[in-house]
């Protein structure tokens, strides 16, 4: 009876290495057989694939066990112009790279400094003079510190967060190209300075969509009244005052 069990025991010791063994193979012939044969890149860009991939870090040939989603990431992390959205490991031989090129909104003017911003308010450049195509400027943000890539940061709670609000309603309801000054420095009295010289009063960044939406369409009709400077009040969401 002893015999049948150490018997036993030693057939399932001699399994267990044959599966060991036969996985070690299998491994070892994965990562001198599993190459990267093709790297893909897909999304909204204007530079070239080879500039991507170069950026990435991968090359074609590097074992796939060695693709590290974390790492490629990591190498686009401080670019402020390039986003990678998602990196896909496609076995047997494939990575497909998502990316995204990001569009400047608007400079952050700050103790003579200026910093090109998206519409998440991610640092793009750090600009030694005011761009020639005269982006909108946002005033009045206190800035803690930045990096190129990364979200700018601020001294005030809350303050970015209110930059995005702003520049998502004016985006999304079609004003953005309206916008010559946003001054946040205070949240809970914003404002805002057209094109054409009106200074547009918003109150709080609630409800902004609304607020957007009465100024844009008041300034249309005192546009055609040939009226472009005054005061605009929409701090309500519900109304548009005009003085002059």
């Keep these: 009876m002893a015999r049948r069990q150490q018997k ?27 190459r990267v044969r093709r790297i893909q890149v897909s999304g909204d ?20 066990f060695s693709v590290d989603p974390e790492k490629v990431g990591a190498s686009f992390r401080n670019d402020g112009y390039l986003a990678l959205e998602k990196v896909e490991v496609c076995w047997p031989d494939t990575v497909e790279l998502t990316v995204r090129e ?14 090109l911003i ?18 909108p400027r946002v005033t009045g943000m206190n800035v803690l510190g930045y990096a190129v890539g990364q979200i700018i940061r601020s001294g005030v ?4 967060e209110t930059v995005q609000s702003v520049l998502h309603a004016l985006e999304q309801n079609g004003a953005m190209d309206l916008l010559y000054e946003l001054n946040v420095a205070d949240r809970d009295d914003l404002y805002l300075i057209t094109r054409g010289g ?39 969401g519900k109304s548009a005052i005009y003085a002059p």
């Excluded at 008041?218 to 400077?229: D, H, P, R, S």
């Design 8 to 34: 036993k025991k030693s057939s399932h010791v001699l399994v267990l290495l044959v599966i060991g063994i036969a996985v070690l193979i299998v491994l070892l012939l994965g990562k001198r057989l599993l």
């Design 45 to 64: 860009y204007s530079v070239s694939d080879r500039e991507i991939i170069d950026r990435s870090g991968l090359w074609s040939g590097q074992s796939m």
């Design 102 to 115: 990001r569009k400047a909104y608007a400079c952050i003017s700050y103790l003579g400094s200026l910093f």
């Design 118 to 135: 998206d519409e998440s308010c991610v640092v793009m450049e750090k600009l030694g003079e005011v761009p020639s195509d005269s982006l």
């Design 157 to 160: 709670p809350g303050q970015v």
């Design 198 to 236: 009106m200074l547009v009063r918003l109150g709080d960044q609630s409800g902004m969509g609304d607020k957007v939406l009465w100024m844009k369409s008041v300034l249309a009709q005192l546009a055609a009244e040939e009226i472009l400077k005054g005061s605009l009040d929409v701090s309500s």
